[in-house]
């Protein structure tokens, strides 16, 4: 099951030890990262660089890739890395645990959240954090901090207190479910956000509150990697730059008038130019 | 680092049992074995009245001519009831006991088992009544109970000072001949506690006792009796610990309950006797008889946090006899290596417009076994009777197993009966996503575990929640599947 | 003498008419050793707990039918599906009856089981199935294996599907004062083949029968078998069917059971899972009355891995009637991926009724999906009161509900003129006048 899985990943990171240790220290550089799922290869060499105050936007059709991706980087073991190097700010982040690489400021908004019952979206944020300070060699956050914190980041994505308490993602629309993982990344104030398809679902007024969430974490010293099929959501988090994923590979980049000439001419022209 | 089964699974041996110690007090104990001098031995011990003593007695010949249950679904060498002694007292108990009293060792080892009576007295809201092996040691909070009219003590004690009471009341819900060790704990029983709460009064505070097997090779049966009349309402706590001894202990209550018209008892059970060693070794015996007697209007909740023992044998359930009464079970029992619990409830329902409901989540990892037994019955005269019931079992790797025995018997047309029960496991999905939050697996499980036990946690006193919900942590603790 | 020593003493009578060379009489034999030391299951077995047979015990049943008697099929049309084609096996007081049958040996076997116990062609067959999936140590079972002798034989050939449905008729005519009676089949699928069945036992008399019937099916790899079971006898008679499902890889046995009529019915299904992405459904509908009882024992064991169960029965009671269920449902340590339901809905429409469920999960794999639901009640009032407030009765809205309870289970029988049959049965049974034809 899981453990027996995990100790077959294990072994297989240890034969390519090898491998380059650092990098350069953009904040997330890919190198062509290959990764399978039972056998099946589904990304067949990514590149990519994302640097410290950036926003990228990843588009391209469903089933190309997208979520894998987002996936691998966030350290999710059913996938299995075959090739390729992830680094974060320079480091070689293949040995780190999911946990870990969350530790070092790695979030990942899924695009199907997961149920927890009987787990409040409150109780699950308080451990989430403690567990981050701790794994730094922090105290837990005083009880009244985590109040106003909880207090303020609810009220920068219109969420109701009273959400706070129920069961996480159980029972919640769609949109709720959305808006609540953009409140856990307000809370945990990650360095790299990696959002997968987190406008599906939402209508245009949540649609501005989540990306009014996105655009107050965006600094210098931070990235966001957006995941979407359409243009909507690169209306309110403007892209520097914006990559086509297509049958596991970056096909094309550009900037965000490439998002524009997809929503236009759909994504057939970018399969011909790729079958080339 | 990844977390592989193996480590987890290191860990987990690693893991000793939390209250694992013995303190070395000198007691009294009784030669072993039992017989019916044994059994007089004890009550003239106690300096017991006739009766009570007549009593035991009695007691006693209905259980050498009965037999051991067969049925539950648990596995284990039976008892030698010839190889346990049945009386072990702290030799420095003291009749008139104040805090000041008490053995300094024994109040070392309250402090091992984080219920120092100091600490206690101020946790303001909380009376204990301590049993330790066989003799209560020390109550607190007396007065405070007896200015409201509140009997709160010993029952060896209110066998001295209340005789009508207990007299009147002893064996009316769980007659000695109701079971095997119902039949053994009415002949041996050394001590429990004894409430009364007059008519009208609520109890201002939790009572509770906790119970404790110190000596090696005896076997605990405490009696509790809970009387609650009319109008009244009282909660009540026990919770229970043993050292960690390779010999299994026998322990075998009985705790009955008598809610008169309009009373309301909530009695709440923390369990964590020695669970025996990851190999399976040692461990107590725990096979308890629990039951309520609702008179009209009436109320009972039982909730248990069943983490410890190595067998656990145990129904808490409720005679719904009065119009409009109701009975609730709130139940999670976990188990881990090599326990075996077989648990779960009995609802009788016998007057009109009576209600019910069932709470029962089951938690198995490790090599255990866990198994929910339960009997909803409507008898034909209980119009308008109401059942609800939900039993949620959650597998923890692949070596243990989880059984569901819900057991429906209506003889009434406007009954409304609701079962429902489902088992599933950890997913993986569900961890990744904590652990993409920050949590390690470790303590993704507990989060989840906490989760699925959310609805019976919530019905325990405040005070007893947060601890129940370390308990289960450190019961399930590298159990990952 | 009680029925007990009357059946074990008959064995001698039986064995002057069977041959003991047959290496078949060397698991009869057996049999009847377990069936001596055992019994009649008593109401302190846990399987037997709500079921009591000791007053059929106290009935003096012939065990061999006194003699051989004929039915024309016009006087008994009407227990047959006769609006469609069917391969028919009939039996008249347990003895096969060749001018009510339709038997082939078409490129299937569709016959009897005296033949394929005794002519040496199915020798080979018969050592491989009879008696391999049945009990050997459930007292009742071994009873009838123990006085095995005939019973409908069914061989499907690999790839092959039968032309039309097959019935299996039990009559009793009453020419005994009572009758035991204890058919035996063996039912074979073979690789992707495909069958239906339809069985029945019916009394003609209100003499007291007792039949005690065992069927073994294998379903082999991919095979499907639909078996439809119709139990609507008179009042005086009683029924234990005991049977035993095998399944291979793939494979999908669906049994239906249709409880109305019978003083007595006992209905052990068991279905063992011997193979991956097996499919085993089990439906019923119990509606009874009177002072009958009715109890549903189902066993679905989960031994291999990527397996389904699905159990859906419903029951409305009566008068003084007896309902019980008690659905067994085991997962193996290695049946991962197993998803198991089970659903058990009851009404009770009198105070003198009475329904006894035990849903039951033993489950030792860990990556699992099981659940039970279990329901006890009346009519959904709301649903009730709109029927009114549209005008119709109370009376019949309430009957109108109670079909529609009982009538969703009929979606999975696949040989529509089944399904009118049985949609009357319940109308009728219910006093629900539909207005229209089925
Ligand atoms: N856990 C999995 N098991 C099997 N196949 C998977 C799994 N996850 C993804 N895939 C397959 O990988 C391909 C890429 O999926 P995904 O990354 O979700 O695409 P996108 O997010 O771009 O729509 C699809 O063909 C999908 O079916
Ligand atoms: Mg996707």
Wanted: aromatic share 8%; proline share 3%; net charge negative.
């Amino acid at each position: 099951m899981l453990g027996v899985f995990r100790l077959i990943k294990i072994t297989l990171k240890k034969e390519k030890n090898n491998k380059e240790h650092k990098s350069s220290d953009k904040m997330l550089k890919i190198k062509d990262l290959h990764a399978s799922v039972e056998g099946k290869g589904i990304l067949k060499g990514i590149n990519l660089e994302v640097g410290a105050g950036e926003v990228h936007a990843i588009m391209g059709p469903n089933g190309s890739g997208k979520s894998t991706l987002a996936s691998v980087i966030a350290g999710n073991e059913t996938y299995e890395v075959t090739a390729g190097d992830i680094f974060l700010n320079g480091e070689n982040i293949e040995d780190l645990s999911p946990e870990e690489r969350a530790h070092n400021g790695v979030f990942l908004s899924f695009q199907y959240p997961v149920e927890i019952p009987g787990v409040s979206v409150t109780n699950f944020m308080k451990t989430a954090i403690n567990e981050s300070r701790k794994a730094k060699g922090l105290e837990d956050m005083p009880a009244k901090d985590m109040l106003k914190l909880i207090r303020e980041k609810s009220e920068l994505l219109e969420i109701d207190r009273k959400f706070l308490s129920r069961s996480l993602n159980e029972g919640f629309s769609g949109g709720e479910k959305k808006r609540n993982e953009i409140f856990q990344m307000a809370m945990l104030e990650p360095k790299l956000a990696i959002l997968d398809e987190t406008d599906s679902g939402l209508d245009i007024d949540a649609l501005r509150i989540v990306a009014n969430g996105v655009n107050k974490l965006k600094s210098k010293d931070n990235a966001v990697v957006v995941i979407t099929h359409y243009q909507r959501l690169l209306e309110y988090i403007v892209p520097d730059f914006v990559h086509v994923l297509y049958n596991g590979k970056i096909v094309k980049s550009g900037t965000k008038e490439l998002a524009m000439e997809l929503e236009e001419k759909g994504y057939d022209w970018i399969k011909q130019e790729a079958a080339v | 680092m990844a977390y592989t089964e193996e480590e987890l699974k290191k860990e987990l041996e690693t893991k000793e049992y939390e209250y694992g110690f013995y303190t070395d007090i000198e007691s009294d104990t009784f030669p072993i074995g039992l017989s019916e001098d044994i059994v007089r031995a004890i009550s003239k011990k106690k300096n017991e009245p006739k009766w009570m003593t007549d009593w035991r007695v009695e007691a006693y010949r209905v259980w050498e001519k009965m037999e051991e249950p067969e049925w539950a679904n648990v596995h284990y060498q039976k008892p030698d009831f010839q190889a346990i002694s049945y009386y072990s007292a702290p030799k420095k108990a003291d009749p008139n006991k104040k805090l000041e009293d008490v053995d300094p060792e024994l109040l070392e080892m309250y402090k091992k088992l984080g219920i120092s009576i100091d600490e206690q007295k101020k946790l303001q809201n909380v009376a204990v009544d301590i049993v330790v092996d066989s003799v209560s040691v020390a109550t607190t909070f007396k007065k405070t109970l007896a200015e409201k009219g509140i009997i709160f003590m010993p029952i060896s004690e209110a066998i001295q000072e209340h005789p009508e009471l207990v007299r009147k009341y002893m064996g009316t819900v769980v007659p000695t001949t109701d079971n095997f060790y119902a039949a053994l704990n009415s002949a041996v029983f050394t001590d429990g506690s004894f409430c009364y709460i007059p008519k009208g009064v609520r109890c201002p505070m939790e009572l509770s006792t906790y119970f404790r097997i110190n000596q090696a090779g005896t076997g605990q049966f405490e009696r509790t009796l809970v009387v609650a009349d009319e109008e009244s309402y009282v909660s009540y706590l026990e919770g229970c610990t043993a050292p960690s001894r390779d010999e299994n202990q026998l322990h075998a209550a009985v705790v009955e309950l008598i809610a008169m018209d309009d009373a309301e008892i909530k009695y709440s059970t923390v369990q964590n006797w020695f669970p025996g060693n990851k190999e399976g070794k040692g461990g107590v015996y725990n096979f308890v008889t629990k039951r309520a007697l609702c008179e009209k209007n009436a109320k009972v909740s039982w909730t248990q946090v069943e983490t410890g023992s190595a067998v656990t044998w145990k129904y808490p359930s409720c005679i719904l006899k009065g119009d409009n009464s109701i009975g609730e079970f709130y139940s999670i029992a976990v188990t881990n290596n090599y326990q075996q619990a077989d648990t779960g409830t009995k609802m009788i329902h016998l007057g009109k417009n009576t209600r019910s409901t069932i709470i029962s989540k089951g938690i198995s990892a490790g090599k255990s076994q866990n198994s929910y037994r339960g009997l909803v019955q409507v008898s034909s005269r209980a119009d308008n009777a109401r059942n609800f019931s939900q039993c949620d079992s959650l597998l923890m790797g692949n070596e243990c197993g989880a059984h569901t025995f819900p057991y429906i018997e209506v003889k009434n047309k406007s009954a409304m009966i609701e079962h429902e029960a489902t088992t599933s496991k950890i997913g993986e999905e569900q961890i990744f996503y904590c652990n993409q939050r920050g949590i390690d697996t470790e303590k993704a499980i507990a989060l989840i575990v906490n989760g699925f036990s959310k609805e019976v946690l919530n019905k325990l006193p405040m005070e007893f929640a947060v601890e129940a919900q370390k308990l289960l942590e450190i019961s399930l603790e590298g159990s990952v599947g | 003498m009680d029925l007990k020593d009357k059946l074990v003493s008959s064995f001698l009578a039986f064995e002057n008419n069977v041959d003991v060379h047959n290496p078949v009489h060397d698991v009869r034999t057996e049999a009847i050793k377990n069936f001596e030391t055992k019994g009649f299951p008593s109401k302190k077995l846990e399987a037997w707990k709500y079921t009591s047979l000791n007053g059929l015990q106290k009935i003096d049943f012939s065990i061999f039918p006194k003699k051989e008697s004929s039915l024309e099929y016009k006087d008994v049309k009407k227990y047959f599906i006769h609006q469609i084609d069917t391969y028919k096996i009939v039996f008249i007081d347990g003895v096969f009856s060749s001018n009510l049958s339709e038997t082939t040996h078409d490129g299937v076997d569709i016959c009897l089981m005296s033949s394929a116990l005794t002519k040496p062609m199915y020798k080979a067959v018969i050592d491989v199935y009879f008696n391999k999936v049945a009990s050997k140590d459930e007292s009742l079972t071994t009873l009838n294996t123990a006085f095995s002798r005939e019973g409908a034989y069914i061989y499907i050939p690999k790839n092959k599907v039968p032309k039309k449905p097959i019935e299996i008729i039990h009559f009793s005519t009453g020419n005994d004062v009572a009758l035991m009676l204890q058919p035996r089949n063996l039912i074979i699928a073979e690789e992707n083949s495909e069958m239906q069945i339809i069985e029945r036992h019916q009394s003609l008399t209100s003499n007291a029968v007792l039949t005690n019937s065992v069927t073994e099916i294998f379903a082999a790899k991919n095979a499907i078998v639909d078996y439809y079971k119709v139990q609507n006898d008179v009042d005086s008679a009683s029924l234990v069917d005991n049977t035993y499902v095998d399944q291979k890889d793939g494979s999908h046995v669906k049994v239906h059971t249709f409880s109305f009529g019978g003083k007595l019915l006992r209905n052990n299904l068991n279905f063992y899972q011997n193979g991956e992405r097996i499919d085993s459904t089990m439906k019923g509908i119990t509606i009874i009355g009177d002072k009958q009882h009715v109890d549903h024992h189902t066993l679905v064991h989960h031994i291999e891995p990527n397996c389904e169960s699905h159990q859906d029965y419903k029951g409305i009671y009566a008068d003084s009637s007896t309902g019980v269920f008690n659905g067994k449902i085991i997962v193996d340590k290695i049946a991962q991926k197993t998803n198991a339901f089970q659903q058990n809905n009851n009404i009770l429409i009198s105070d003198k009724a009475t329904i006894n469920t035990k849903p039951q999960l033993e489950i030792f794999a860990d990556d699992v999906k099981c659940s039970h639901g279990c329901t006890i009640g009346q009519l959904d009032e709301e649903a009730l009161f709109y029927l009114q407030s549209r005008g119709i009765p109370k009376k019949e809205a309430r009957a109108l509900l109670m079909y529609a309870f009982a009538n969703n289970v009929l979606e999975s029988v696949r040989i529509p003129e089944l399904k009118v049959r049985i949609n009357k049965l319940i109308a009728n049974k219910l006093g629900v006048n539909l207005g229209f034809d089925l």
